[in-house]
C-alpha cells in the first residue's frame, strides 16, 4: 500500500508563478501610475494659466491694455501695469511670471520650482499675440507645453 502524504498548503511551483504573475501585473501598472501622476502635476499649471488669461481680458476690457506685471500683494492698488485680481496660488510645482507684455499682447509662464522639476513636469505658457487682429490666433489664451 501505498502512503498519502498530507496535501495542505502550495507548493513552491505554485507560489513562484503567483509571484510572476503578480511581477508581470506591476511592471504594467507602474508605469501607468507615473503618467496619470505626472498629468495631474501638470494640470496645476494649466488652471493657473488659464487663471491668468481670464484675469488678462477682464484687465484688458477695463484698461484697454494688458497688465505687464503681476503683482507680489493681491492688495496693490490698481492700475494699468498690475494685473487686478491676482493673488499667488502658492502651486507646489510652478510659479508663474510674466516675462513678455505689451499694450495688446502677453505671454504668462509657469515656471518649475524644485519640486516641479523632480516631478517631471514642463514649463507652461499661455499668450495673446495680438489683441487687434482681425483673427486671433489660434492658440491664443489656450495653455501650452511651451515658454514664451
Known sequence: MQKFRN????????????VVIIGILAALAIPRFSAVSRNSKQAEAESILKQVHTLQEAHFEKW??????????????????????????GAKYFTVAMPAAAAASYC??????????NAGVKIMSVRVANKNAAVPAATDGKPQEAPC
Do not use: C, H
Open 7 to 18: 496535501r495542505k498548503g502550495f507548493t513552491l511551483i505554485e507560489l513562484m508563478i503567483v
Open 64 to 89: 484697454n491694455t494688458y497688465a505687464t506685471a503681476l503683482p507680489a500683494d493681491p492688495a496693490a492698488a490698481p492700475s494699468a501695469a498690475n494685473l487686478t485680481g491676482w493673488s499667488d496660488p
Open 108 to 117: 504668462a509662464q509657469a515656471n518649475l520650482t524644485a519640486e516641479g522639476t
